[in-house]
């Protein structure tokens, strides 16, 4: 913020109106107001102060107390200030509540507190005393403590930011310097980190719990240190029972790799002996019909012999109807010469 100019109007201990045009003390934006004790030095500071806040700069003087006892009854008390922030240019205007002559008649009535800010655009002035104060603390981003502790120092009030505390002075700075979004990451930050810790330690409770539970019946180095790693409740040593773990189960699978090539080198000769089995069963089958066979041989060989002598029987038998066909032959043959000379006769 950077003052432009500050008009006084029957306030403190100037009872005319007073305008102080801080444009003609150069554009650095840093004044410094210099002055014996008793030269109202302070009431500039006070007229900034309740312009902006509806407040003065310190804590002992009062807003009823910002009307000049030495002004006219007709004379106005109010304070005009005009700044610019972030090179546009505001104009505040704000007065106390006092007692003032009546517009008719004789006597003192009292003029209400109010303020104005009109802003530098096409937006529509803010009217109202605590209106017109939200609407400062939102657009400079300080409220008037620490406005007076940062940007309006008054005598014997720069130790105040000095012994301020680091999160009083942390906050201030905050604000001037628009930070805030980063104090927001920040907490989100802390509330992932505490999210991802809690994790952790759920996973790390849950990986010793499982591997406490974890029994070792091999005889090998790496299992007689699991077993020992086991005994102790792991002890924080999660990352070296994950490792045991995991060098078991490389043990474990060259052991499950032999006991498979043992399991194939016997299914291989289960299956040679059930074929062994099956030719087994095929012998004693054969034995079997053999043996039924013969059986029946001895049953039909008696037979055999009556019927093979009935054969030869039949041969003799056949040889002799062999010659008596050919003694009917000859005989039929002289038959049919008889009957010729029988016929001739």
Not at 98 to 115: H, I, T, W
């Amino acid at each position: 913020m950077k003052p432009v100019k500050l008009i006084l109007s029957a306030f403190g201990p100037y009872a005319e109106k007073t305008e102080i045009d801080f444009e003609k003390l150069g554009g650095e934006g840093l004044y410094m107001i210099t002055g014996e004790t008793g030269a109202w030095k302070t009431t500039i500071f006070d007229a900034i102060s309740f312009a902006l806040y509806g407040e003065a700069s310190g804590g002992i003087r009062k807003v009823d107390m910002f009307r000049s006892k030495y002004a006219r009854d007709d004379m106005p008390t109010l304070v005009e200030f005009t700044f610019d922030y972030r090179e546009q240019r505001y104009l505040v205007q704000r007065n106390p509540k006092y007692l003032r002559p009546k517009k008719r008649g004789e006597g003192l009535v009292e003029q209400g507190a109010n303020a104005e800010l009109i802003y530098p655009d096409d937006r529509m002035p803010v009217t109202g005393e605590k209106e017109v104060t939200k609407a400062i603390t939102e657009l400079v981003g300080l409220d008037r403590k620490q406005f007076a502790q940062i940007v309006m120092i008054a005598q014997g009030d720069f130790q105040k930011l000095l012994v301020a505390t680091t999160t009083e002075r942390a906050q201030i700075f905050r604000q001037i310097f628009k930070t805030g979004i980063y104090q927001i990451l920040q907490q989100k930050l802390s509330e992932k980190e505490a999210e991802q810790e809690k994790k952790y330690d759920d996973l790390k409770r849950s990986i010793e719990q499982y591997i406490g539970g974890i029994v070792c019946t091999q005889n090998t180095p790496t299992a007689e240190k699991m077993r020992q790693l086991c005994e102790n409740k792991m002890k924080g040593r999660v990352k070296e029972g994950l490792e045991l773990l995991e060098q078991l189960c490389l043990e474990e699978e060259s052991a499950l790799d032999g006991l498979e090539k043992q399991m194939d080198e016997l299914d291989k000769k289960m299956d040679e002996g059930i074929r062994m089995i099956g030719t087994i069963q095929k012998i004693r089958q054969q034995q079997q019909e053999l043996l039924e066979n013969r059986n029946r041989l001895e049953q039909l060989e008696p037979k055999f012999e009556r019927v093979f002598k009935d054969y030869q029987k039949a041969e003799q038998n056949a040889a002799q109807c062999g010659q008596i066909a050919l003694e009917i032959t000859g005989q039929q043959e002289k038959l049919a010469r008889f009957d010729k000379l029988l016929q001739a006769q």
